[in-house]
């Protein structure tokens, strides 16, 4: 692998580009994305030389599809063509299934779907950090293609734990683990924020921080991640208006034990080191 | 102000004791509690001897009530004839109106209702901290008797943000502010314990760890706080039902901007240094 091109210098696209750098690879880094991400990229190393979509597609070995979920299956299929037999391409888009449709569209080079489990609370490239990865979930979602082992190589280089899954498994999955929580806390400062009550504001504790933290988040960040994956996430939604009302009735009963119990073992269980599902 | 009474030595009671001993209260602390409580709190300076609920009663005049809410209401019930007409009582529960209802039985001593909004994820003595109280908001529910000058000087010497406001006000307010949120992240936990998918366990982001920390909390811890604030917390899961249905219908009219929106900005403002309501 000699060039890499990284489309979308934004937290995740440039924390990669650092990632690979600090593991060694001492190759071309193109960085395809707005000049200001550009110049934020260039500065902190992240990438090497701006390039535009048309360079990326003639030079990389290797392209990193880093933008939002919307972008990136317009990006695919602008390469459909375009990209090279000898190109893998990539991406770290939070849903999977309509990024491995759009995909088929690539008439040449070959393409495995990724979701990196990682984030921030900030965004942009100027927020990069080379160990983003590191002891972190990376999904990869093969379909036509077989993982390369360069490749595979290349994400256990930078400390991801690479694990592979269907992308509708990882959709499935997603939206009971990420989509939810995001629209259940979301749902929780709506609702705080249509309640007449002056005190609110002052009478609360950590707790409130905690269960509001989500709800910060853009909804440019998440309309094209939550469209892409609305069945999983409204399905998800209709078990969690379940399980509110299971609680009411457990209330109403005085008989919250084997809920709070089983709602604290899940819990711990999260926070288990190298915790592998149940 | 000689002697203070602690009641309930765990983490509110020996901060509180810990407070005030470092805003220069040099009179006696009792301690009454469990003999490892008592102990703990001995060997953190939190208090300054072991004491009964008879020797409290007799001795204090101050009795702080740091135990469960439904502890607290037997321990008024105790004090009714027992207390002195010079003894000031107050309380640390997290719901007002049972409480304060309760104090009706008090016979010769004064009684204010307190919440102070502060806490911490470990309990007991052992995490007393002696800055626990700083820059919070710290509740005050006078009833038949105002709050004394001295008692509100002593909140303020500790560094509390003192407040009144009426108990069935905090109540109603504490049950969106607290105890929704406390269910929401309940019910989330309990769902996902719920689902047969054995990724769950790899699968997930900081925001699932986020929207799961107050599920880790034990039902002991809350069953009599909701048990005494029930119909304003139900009224609160209905409200909340009520906006993961409208979350719902956004989404599926791919409409998300306008909650999205009104949740990022009340979730902005709540972070903000001296938020003091809408």
Same mark, same amino acid.
């Given at each position: 692998?000699?060039?890499?091109?990284?489309?979308?210098?934004?937290?995740? !696209?440039?924390? =990669?580009?650092? %990632?690979?750098?600090?593991?060694?690879?001492? @190759?071309?880094?193109?960085?395809?994305?707005?000049?200001? %991400?550009?110049?934020?990229?260039?500065?902190?190393?992240?990438?090497? &030389?701006?390039?535009?979509?048309?360079?990326?597609?003639?030079?990389?070995?290797?392209?990193? +599809? %880093?933008?939002?979920?919307?972008?990136?299956?317009? $990006?695919?299929?602008? +390469?459909?063509?375009?990209?090279?037999?000898?190109? +893998?391409?990539?991406?770290?888009?939070?849903?999977?299934?309509?990024?491995?449709?759009?995909?088929?569209?690539?008439?040449?080079?070959? =393409?495995?779907? @990724?979701?990196?489990?990682?984030?921030?609370?900030?965004?942009?490239?100027?927020?990069?950090?080379?160990?983003?990865?590191?002891?972190? $979930?990376?999904?990869?979602?093969?379909?036509?293609?077989?993982?390369? &082992?360069? =490749?595979?190589?290349? +994400? &256990? !280089?930078?400390?991801?734990?690479?694990?592979?899954?269907?992308?509708?498994?990882?959709? %499935?999955?997603?939206?009971?683990?990420?989509?939810?929580?995001?629209?259940?806390?979301?749902?929780?400062?709506?609702?705080?924020? !249509?309640?007449?009550?002056?005190?609110? @504001?002052?009478?609360?504790?950590?707790?409130?921080?905690?269960?509001?933290?989500?709800?910060?988040?853009?909804? &440019?960040?998440?309309?094209?991640?939550?469209?892409?994956?609305?069945?999983?996430?409204?399905?998800?939604?209709?078990?969690?208006?379940?399980?509110?009302?299971?609680?009411?009735?457990?209330?109403?009963?005085?008989?919250?034990?084997?809920?709070?119990?089983?709602?604290?073992?899940?819990?711990?269980?999260?926070?288990?080191?190298?915790?592998?599902?149940?």
């Amino acid at each position: 692998m000699q060039t890499v091109a990284i489309v979308g210098v934004g937290l995740i !696209g440039a924390s =990669f580009g650092l %990632a690979i750098r600090k593991a060694g690879f001492s @190759g071309n880094i193109l960085g395809v994305s707005s000049a200001a %991400a550009v110049e934020a990229g260039l500065a902190t190393g992240a990438i090497s &030389e701006a390039a535009t979509m048309e360079e990326a597609a003639a030079q990389a070995d290797l392209i990193y +599809l %880093a933008q939002p979920v919307d972008r990136i299956v317009e $990006t695919l299929g602008w +390469l459909g063509t375009r990209a090279r037999p000898e190109t +893998l391409i990539t991406d770290a888009g939070s849903t999977k299934t309509a990024i491995v449709g759009a995909a088929g569209a690539l008439r040449h080079a070959s =393409f495995v779907g @990724g979701h990196p489990m990682a984030g921030k609370e900030t965004r942009g490239a100027q927020s990069a950090d080379a160990d983003l990865f590191r002891n972190r $979930t990376y999904v990869l979602t093969p379909q036509r293609h077989p993982v390369p &082992e360069d =490749f595979r190589r290349l +994400l &256990e !280089g930078i400390g991801a734990r690479v694990m592979e899954m269907r992308a509708e498994e990882h959709d %499935a999955t997603v939206a009971l683990t990420s989509h939810l929580p995001q629209l259940v806390s979301t749902a929780l400062a709506a609702l705080l924020a !249509g309640e007449n009550r002056p005190d609110i @504001g002052n009478v609360f504790g950590s707790g409130l921080l905690d269960m509001t933290r989500l709800a910060l988040s853009p909804a &440019e960040l998440w309309s094209s991640i939550l469209a892409t994956n609305k069945a999983n996430v409204i399905q998800s939604l209709d078990g969690y208006a379940q399980a509110i009302a299971e609680v009411r009735q457990a209330l109403k009963d005085d008989d919250l034990e084997a809920v709070f119990g089983r709602a604290a073992e899940f819990a711990a269980s999260l926070r288990k080191p190298n915790y592998r599902g149940k």
